[in-house]
């Protein structure tokens, strides 16, 4: 080959001209990143356990699961916390492992799994670091917060829609709550404390499980829900109740407030309150196209 295009020059630079070409041709659509990020891939295992306490979850479930994954292919680590009513795992595969594969035998070992709690959920199974982020839509207005997060919301559910989104994340946004705002000149008239206003709360907002009630054919798990879902919901909660009939409810005395727990987390742009939506694409994704789609 080599003697042959020593005897044939023009032939071996249309050769060299040919590859040059097709490689400028392919240069726009090949995937490329300014800072390349590495990111070990894992697996996450999520197992829901209601009513059980860290060290049943520990017991019942992560070594069990520490048992069975200990022999999977190419696991090059394996951890399981422990939380009350939640074991959640992350297994890490070494360098040299085929991701699909790697996932596959994990489903595999867990689903052969028999001695799992009869309470216990089904477990969630998920690949991590899956998606890149792809570009960060700002949504600001002059409006009500309230209409901001639906339409937030509202472009999210869009954005989802596109092929190759695999996740969208909205920035500017913390965990709604409620807040009871009560006068101390108030608290007392009556006699009463902060503690006194929690307590009351505690006490008729909860949420737990109360046992299992065994029959022949079926166990039925028992649980005591009493939770306000709305906020006038929880401004009906007793706070004293007289022997005579007379109660004191929470909104008597105080003024609730629906509002976001971290106010740091808050984003402005252009002097307006802002939501900030992150769009993800899956890594196997070679493109996508959000913006003209939108």
């Not at 982020?133 to 596109?162: I, N």
């Not at 629906?258 to 106010?263: G, K, L, P, R, T």
């Amino acid at each position: 080959m080599i003697s042959w295009f020593a005897g044939h020059p023009t032939a071996s630079n249309l050769l060299l001209v040919l590859l040059l070409a097709i490689g400028a041709l392919s240069a726009p659509t090949l995937t490329r990143e300014t800072f390349p990020e590495y990111r070990v891939p894992e697996v996450s295992i999520t197992i829901e356990y209601r009513g059980a306490a860290a060290a049943d979850v520990e017991e019942a479930i992560c070594q069990r699961l520490g048992n069975v994954l200990i022999g999977v292919d190419f696991m090059s680590e394996f951890s399981c916390t422990a939380r009350d009513s939640l074991a959640s795992a992350t297994a890490t595969m070494s360098p040299d492992g085929d991701m699909g594969r790697f996932l596959d035998d994990i489903r595999t070992e867990i689903e052969a799994i028999s001695d799992l709690p009869a309470q216990a959920e089904d477990p969630v199974i998920r690949e991590l670091h899956r998606s890149d982020l792809v570009v960060a839509v700002a949504v600001s207005g002059d409006m009500p917060f309230t209409h901001l997060e639906t339409l937030g919301d509202d472009l999210k559910d869009r954005l989802l829609a596109l092929p190759g989104v695999a996740d969208v994340v909205t920035q500017g946004l913390s965990q709604r709550q409620w807040q009871i705002e009560v006068s101390l000149d108030l608290l007392r008239q009556y006699g009463l404390g902060v503690e006194d206003i929690a307590q009351a709360v505690r006490r008729q907002n909860v949420d737990m499980p109360v046992g299992t009630l065994e029959t022949p054919d079926v166990d039925v798990q028992l649980r005591f829900t009493s939770q306000s879902r709305r906020l006038n919901e929880l401004g009906e909660l007793v706070v004293i109740a007289a022997r005579a009939g007379g109660e004191l409810r929470i909104r008597d005395i105080a003024t609730l407030v629906e509002a976001h727990e971290h106010d740091e987390q808050q984003v402005w742009f252009n002097g307006d309150r802002a939501l900030i939506l992150e769009v993800y694409k899956s890594r196997r994704d070679d493109a996508l196209d959000v913006i003209s789609s939108v």
